[in-house]
């Protein structure tokens, strides 16, 4: 029998908002975070579904705190990806305009 990853409420809010923050698919997100295909998409419709947001994802999905720490990382790696993409644009923009 396999277990069932087990997310909490605050790693499934920060993933939606990666994805709505970037322009990026959803699979880039979901392979970025380790997470099955598909189950991006059905949390942003959960979480569009609930009229008070702060009601969204109820339970109690534990994490390991080593889990939880390689999710913090592979947020902190995203995150660091998109600041390397947008210097690069910055670095295009001001070569151009020294020629």
């Not at 994805?19 to 295909?37: F, G, K, M, V, W």
């Not at 702060?54 to 999905?61: T, V």
């Given at each position: 029998?396999?277990?069932?990853?087990?997310?909490?409420?605050?790693?499934?809010?920060?993933?939606?908002?990666?994805?709505?923050?970037?322009?990026?698919?959803?699979?880039d997100?979901?392979?970025?975070?380790?997470?099955?295909?598909g189950?991006?998409?059905?949390?942003?419709?959960?979480?569009?579904?609930?009229?008070?947001?702060?009601?969204?994802?109820?339970?109690?999905?534990?994490?390991?705190?080593?889990?939880?720490?390689?999710?913090?990382?592979?947020?902190?790696?995203?995150?660091?990806?998109?600041?390397?993409?947008?210097?690069?644009?910055?670095?295009?923009?001001?070569?151009?305009?020294?020629?």
């Amino acid at each position: 029998m396999i277990d069932r990853k087990k997310y909490t409420k605050e790693f499934k809010l920060e993933a939606i908002r990666m994805y709505e923050n970037s322009e990026r698919p959803a699979s880039d997100i979901e392979h970025e975070l380790a997470i099955t295909p598909g189950l991006l998409a059905r949390w942003k419709q959960k979480f569009e579904k609930v009229p008070r947001k702060e009601e969204a994802f109820p339970g109690n999905g534990k994490m390991m705190d080593t889990d939880a720490r390689i999710r913090q990382m592979e947020r902190e790696i995203f995150q660091l990806r998109q600041d390397k993409e947008i210097l690069k644009k910055v670095l295009e923009m001001f070569s151009k305009e020294g020629k």
